[in-house]
């Protein structure tokens, strides 16, 4: 990660909320983040060039040798992305898989090498696999840029607990938004509940904006994904009230979180772990926090991905695709023009 890169190298708060200690994802204890970086140039059977500008990030809630659930939640506004798992885990409420982020034409591929990767674990359970697919197509050659099972146990296998790699890496290197690069970013939230200290930390894949920026109604398949880790203890009602309040947030008001695309939003609880590992019938036994926590929870997170949308701008760098276009990181004053007034003087 470049450090020189990050909002909160300003050291300007954003927000209300303190950062974590690495204001990333993995401040999340357990939490970990892999990614796999596909960027090379290759020719088909008619010597025609192929631009390969694509990748896969992945999300490791918890050590996956575990057999172990979480509670999970979810909420796709104005959905195009394609998504696995979404209906399973809407319904049944709890995660035991790793969250991949992968381009659409990869979902598939995706799937079926998490079900072997469980499998290489002896995992009983790790189902249903959860692969969020995002459109790379503006740089990236989808139809030509397959990965197989060998590349997703890679990017599995580059998790790390330390510094996320933030911009145009995994996923993010063919991804743009408001007409400049996008890509991965991250960043987290401190806050204290009943006395106690949590965090709520975000990875966003930036991938919107660029139809209001570009001005066209040409359908651009935006997207924004954003990932929650919290080690709040919360039961699956309360998770979906803030998914969805959290997702409302990022209409109005802000021109950063402004987002007129296709929003997917997924949150889980290391709080609360429910093994499986014990013979015999399951029996859980949870926490909760009180209700009247919740918008406290809503506005870090919202704060956290307002943040993690900048760190994605800010560490990416320019990448030349397919058909001879190149997408440009943001200049800074046209990011500042993206942040909201108190934040008009970061200096860029």
């Excluded at 990614?35 to 996956?64: E, V, W």
């Excluded at 995992?123 to 995002?134: C, F």
């Amino acid at each position: 990660m470049n450090k020189k890169k990050r909002f909160g190298n300003a050291k300007i708060n954003f927000g209300k909320f303190a950062r974590g200690k690495k204001n990333s994802i993995t401040d999340i204890q357990g939490v970990k983040v892999g990614h796999l970086t596909i960027n090379k140039d290759i020719q088909d059977i008619s010597s025609k060039k192929i631009f390969l500008r694509t990748g896969l990030t992945a999300i490791l809630p918890y050590q996956m040798e575990k057999e172990k659930r979480l509670f999970t939640g979810s909420f796709i506004f104005r959905g195009t992305n394609e998504v696995t798992g979404y209906e399973v885990t809407d319904d049944f409420c709890y995660l035991n898989s790793p969250i991949v982020i992968a381009n659409s034409f990869n979902v598939g591929r995706v799937y079926n090498a998490i079900l072997s990767y469980g499998f290489s674990l002896n995992r009983v359970e790790i189902w249903p696999p959860y692969v969020i697919g995002v459109d790379d197509s503006y740089l990236n050659d989808m139809k030509s840029s397959s990965v197989d099972e060998k590349d997703v146990f890679q990017a599995l296998h580059n998790s790390s607990s330390e510094d996320v790699e933030e911009g145009s890496v995994g996923i993010g290197l063919g991804l743009r938004a408001f007409g400049w690069k996008g890509g991965i970013g991250t960043s987290s939230r401190v806050l204290s509940i009943d006395r106690e200290q949590f965090t709520c930390g975000i990875l966003v894949a930036t991938n919107h904006g660029n139809k209001k920026i570009l001005k066209t109604d040409k359908n651009e398949g935006g997207s924004l994904t954003i990932v929650v880790a919290v080690d709040i203890p919360l039961v699956p009602i309360q998770i979906r009230q803030i998914v969805r309040s959290l997702v409302v947030s990022l209409s109005p008001g802000n021109t950063l979180n402004n987002c007129f695309d296709s929003i997917i939003c997924v949150l889980f609880s290391t709080a609360n772990p429910m093994s499986m590992e014990n013979e015999g019938p399951p029996v859980y036994d949870f926490i909760l926090i009180n209700d009247s926590c919740l918008e406290k929870i809503i506005r870090a997170g919202a704060e956290a991905v307002s943040e993690a949308i900048c760190n994605s701008l800010l560490a990416a760098t320019p990448v030349q695709g397919r058909l001879g276009r190149k997408v440009e990181t943001i200049p800074g004053n046209e990011f500042k023009k993206l942040l909201p007034p108190p934040f008009s003087p970061f200096p860029v």
